[in-house]
């Protein structure tokens, strides 16, 4: 996109401007659209790309008889190293199955094993609860939501238009500002509410299990806007990702440990029993990515392996079929090989503030999804409870804007400033290449003070090489991902204790007297300020 031909359209009219299409914004845009608004749609890519489609475990609810909320809020919390917000899990997960129960309504499909669910069991959960479809359970229920979004006549999607600034008037947001792909043109929307539904950022770092459009852009326009950002320290890194020569960081389900898969060291020991006796390799995602870490440097390995052995081939190729496909098409047969296995980024559990029907701190703007803090997941998240997250405060964002009755604006003026100052594309690549390079060695599994420090210098340099934000949308992912990882370094240096995904070499223990609280801050005039 050439700069000095971008044109602002007209503004266009909708009630409700939702940016991102995975779990949290569909549900949010159906309840919206049931109370008789207009809602709009936006997503950067086509509307199925996010998060949501990648999604293979499950979704986590207390369905089955002898199940109880109780219990799975129990676990919940216990995942959450101390800083789950309890009446934020309680919403979670007693609201859960009805979510569940509707879903399927909608027409979701889970496994059934003689006419019951088969449920699952994943790593810090304490009995089976987590519902599948195969091991593509976040494309059955993208699908789903998709075909119910496709029947209501007041939802319209709106693909390749990607939000990069919200606008505001009187301290309340009046609209966003959209980038659009296809005209090379900014699309002012004037609309009652906005909804961040963007996902993820596991893009930040080199090695991710994320779909590539988790580039943290949600967070940052709400970090721009000035809105309250909570937690952003807490990055959960997946324990075991696909370590193969030439092939993507493809998630390993954590469901496959779930069914009996073992870790192993390079020597073929069984290792767990060292970091979690009772445990083992359903420990908490942070407990296991750490304990193949040290495994990594003790054995001075490049992977460890993840053993399926010993399980029956056919309840393999059926149970886990897209993982098995995957696999062959590198050339691994996991009924016969054990698979090599690295931690990635996958999940962060900071994000936008919000309260528990979604309200961020400024005024129409409302959060739901991975992209937002309701401290539903505190330090670290319990497995397959992302999902459920997204269809339960998916479904609340948008019952809250139906009952906060915000006016449509009536004033919009345009007030984005455009940077007419391009990057070549091999620029702007190195700069994509760099930065996620940066956070993996400053802000990965391990961190440390002068380590965090070195890469929040480092991220300014190469904020400096752009000068401005880029109105192009790779240059713009570029950008943001600089942005977010700024915020996410400089609220690991400030968080000086170890607590669930957020591990300090210098800080080991964790801290309660001074540190069982939310890490908030926000971004005010080129300045980070913890609140």
Same mark, same amino acid.
């Given at each position: 996109?050439?700069?000095?031909?971008?044109?602002?359209?007209?503004?266009?009219?909708?009630?409700?401007?939702?940016?991102?299409?995975?779990?949290?914004?569909?549900?949010?845009?159906?309840?919206?659209?049931?109370?008789?608004?207009?809602?709009?749609?936006?997503?950067?890519?086509?509307?199925?790309?996010?998060?949501?489609?990648?999604?293979?475990?499950?979704?986590?609810?207390?369905?089955?008889?002898?199940?109880?909320?109780?219990?799975?809020?129990?676990?919940?919390?216990?995942?959450?190293?101390?800083?789950?917000?309890?009446?934020?899990?309680?919403?979670?997960?007693?609201?859960?199955?009805?979510?569940?129960?509707?879903?399927?309504?909608?027409?979701?499909?889970?496994?059934?094993?003689?006419?019951?669910?088969?449920?699952?069991?994943?790593?810090?959960?304490?009995?089976?609860?987590?519902?599948?479809?195969?091991?593509?359970?976040?494309?059955?229920?993208?699908?789903?939501?998709?075909?119910?979004?496709?029947?209501?006549?007041?939802?319209?999607?709106?693909?390749?238009?990607?939000?990069?600034?919200?606008?505001?008037?009187?301290?309340?947001?009046?609209?966003?500002?959209?980038?659009?792909?296809?005209?090379?043109?900014?699309?002012?929307?004037?609309?009652?509410?906005?909804?961040?539904?963007?996902?993820?950022?596991?893009?930040?770092?080199?090695?991710?299990?994320?779909?590539?459009?988790?580039?943290?852009?949600?967070?940052?326009?709400?970090?721009?806007?000035?809105?309250?950002?909570?937690?952003?320290?807490?990055?959960?890194?997946?324990?075991?990702?696909?370590?193969?020569?030439?092939?993507?960081?493809?998630?390993?389900?954590?469901?496959?440990?779930?069914?009996?898969?073992?870790?192993?060291?390079?020597?073929?020991?069984?290792?767990?029993?060292?970091?979690?006796?009772?445990?083992?390799?359903?420990?908490?995602?942070?407990?296991?990515?750490?304990?193949?870490?040290?495994?990594?440097?003790?054995?001075?390995?490049?992977?460890?392996?993840?053993?399926?052995?010993?399980?029956?081939?056919?309840?393999?190729?059926?149970?886990?079929?897209?993982?098995?496909?995957?696999?062959?098409?590198?050339?691994?047969?996991?009924?016969?090989?054990?698979?090599?296995?690295?931690?990635?980024?996958?999940?962060?559990?900071?994000?936008?503030?919000?309260?528990?029907?979604?309200?961020?701190?400024?005024?129409?703007?409302?959060?739901?999804?991975?992209?937002?803090?309701?401290?539903?997941? !505190? +330090?670290?998240?319990?497995?397959?409870? =992302?999902? $459920? #997250?997204? @269809?339960?405060?998916?479904?609340?964002?948008?019952? %809250? &804007?139906?009952?906060?009755?915000?006016?449509?604006?009536?004033?919009?003026?345009?007030?984005?400033?455009?940077?007419?100052?391009?990057?070549?594309?091999?620029?702007?690549?190195?700069?994509?290449?760099?930065?996620?390079?940066?956070?993996?060695? !400053? +802000?990965?599994?391990?961190?440390?003070? =002068?380590? $965090? #420090?070195? @890469?929040?210098?480092?991220?300014?340099?190469?904020? %400096? &090489?752009?000068?401005?934000?880029?109105?192009?949308?790779?240059?713009?992912?570029?950008?943001?991902?600089?942005?977010?990882?700024?915020?996410?370094?400089?609220?690991?240096?400030?968080?000086?204790?170890?607590?669930?995904?957020?591990?300090?070499?210098?800080?080991?223990?964790?801290?309660?007297?001074?540190?069982?609280?939310?890490?908030?801050?926000?971004?005010?005039?080129?300045?980070? &300020?913890?609140?």
């Amino acid at each position: 996109m050439d700069s000095d031909l971008i044109k602002i359209e007209s503004p266009l009219k909708t009630d409700v401007l939702i940016l991102g299409s995975g779990i949290a914004g569909l549900r949010c845009a159906i309840e919206i659209a049931k109370g008789g608004l207009k809602v709009t749609v936006a997503t950067k890519d086509f509307p199925k790309e996010s998060n949501t489609l990648y999604a293979q475990g499950g979704i986590a609810a207390a369905v089955d008889p002898d199940d109880s909320p109780k219990s799975h809020f129990e676990d919940t919390i216990r995942a959450g190293d101390g800083l789950c917000k309890e009446e934020a899990v309680k919403v979670l997960v007693e609201e859960g199955p009805e979510r569940i129960r509707e879903l399927i309504s909608f027409g979701a499909e889970f496994d059934k094993k003689a006419g019951v669910y088969h449920l699952t069991k994943e790593g810090a959960h304490s009995l089976r609860r987590i519902l599948h479809s195969g091991d593509s359970t976040g494309k059955e229920i993208e699908q789903t939501l998709m075909k119910q979004m496709a029947i209501t006549s007041k939802i319209e999607p709106l693909a390749y238009s990607m939000g990069i600034k919200l606008a505001v008037n009187n301290d309340r947001c009046v609209g966003a500002y959209l980038l659009d792909e296809k005209k090379s043109t900014i699309l002012p929307v004037k609309c009652r509410a906005v909804v961040l539904a963007t996902g993820g950022a596991g893009r930040l770092f080199q090695e991710s299990t994320n779909s590539p459009i988790a580039t943290g852009d949600g967070m940052v326009v709400a970090l721009e806007a000035g809105i309250e950002m909570a937690n952003l320290e807490f990055v959960q890194f997946h324990p075991t990702a696909l370590h193969l020569k030439n092939a993507p960081r493809f998630l390993l389900s954590e469901s496959m440990r779930g069914e009996g898969a073992i870790l192993r060291n390079t020597k073929g020991e069984r290792f767990m029993e060292k970091y979690d006796k009772n445990l083992m390799e359903l420990a908490p995602r942070d407990v296991v990515a750490r304990a193949i870490v040290s495994e990594l440097k003790k054995d001075k390995a490049p992977h460890v392996f993840l053993d399926l052995t010993h399980l029956d081939p056919e309840f393999i190729r059926n149970r886990f079929p897209t993982i098995y496909a995957t696999c062959i098409s590198y050339g691994l047969d996991i009924t016969k090989e054990m698979i090599p296995v690295h931690p990635a980024a996958h999940y962060i559990m900071g994000g936008v503030k919000t309260d528990l029907f979604a309200r961020t701190s400024l005024k129409g703007v409302y959060a739901a999804g991975e992209v937002s803090c309701t401290g539903v997941h !505190g +330090a670290n998240r319990l497995a397959s409870n =992302s999902l $459920l #997250e997204g @269809l339960v405060f998916g479904c609340r964002a948008g019952r %809250a &804007i139906l009952e906060d009755t915000l006016p449509m604006p009536t004033k919009f003026e345009k007030d984005i400033e455009i940077n007419t100052q391009t990057l070549s594309p091999e620029v702007v690549n190195e700069l994509r290449r760099q930065t996620p390079s940066l956070m993996w060695q !400053g +802000a990965g599994i391990s961190r440390n003070g =002068s380590g $965090l #420090e070195n @890469l929040f210098s480092e991220l300014l340099n190469l904020e %400096a &090489i752009f000068g401005k934000a880029p109105f192009e949308r790779r240059a713009r992912e570029t950008w943001n991902m600089i942005q977010l990882g700024k915020a996410i370094s400089i609220s690991a240096n400030y968080r000086t204790e170890s607590r669930g995904a957020h591990f300090r070499e210098d800080f080991p223990k964790r801290d309660d007297i001074r540190w069982k609280r939310d890490t908030t801050l926000i971004y005010k005039n080129g300045k980070h &300020i913890f609140l």
